[in-house]
Nanobody, 130 residues
């Protein structure tokens, strides 16, 4: 059974840190481009950070650049999002996702191609208090 399971969300004060994890099962994550997305109340889901499958190039949205870091651990079939210096505007439900596209330099493209993602996690709530 193909599955992505997120963990690590929670309530944190502004300036704090959280590390989100996303464990994949039923498929091999390293063959996929991966991404983290978030959806704030009343807003559309947006790409926060993505990385290509082949060259591991990365993309970060302007709002998180310099504060968030995407990574993956192929041995554990798991992806991560390290979030530092959190702000109240980072509040939302965070989703991990996997995209079957293969190539290099595709991180920004896949982060804009939400409909192209093949698998999605169930989401984890992140709340940043001021």
């Amino acid at each position: 059974q193909v599955q992505l399971v997120e963990s690590g969300g929670g309530l944190v004060q502004a300036g704090g840190s959280l590390r989100l994890s996303c464990a994949a099962s039923g498929f091999t994550l390293d063959a996929y481009a991966i991404g983290w997305f978030r959806q704030a109340p009343g807003k559309e889901r947006e790409g926060v950070s993505c990385t290509s499958s082949l060259d591991r190039s990365t993309y970060y949205s302007d709002s998180v650049k310099g504060r968030f870091t995407i990574s993956r651990e192929d041995a554990n079939n798991t992806m991560y999002l390290q979030m530092n210096s959190l702000k109240p505007e980072d509040t939302g439900v965070y989703y991990c996702a996997a995209h079957r596209i293969v190539g290099i330099g595709l991180a920004r493209y896949v982060c804009k191609d939400l409909r192209g993602f093949d698998y999605w996690g169930q989401g984890t709530q992140v709340t940043v208090s001021s």
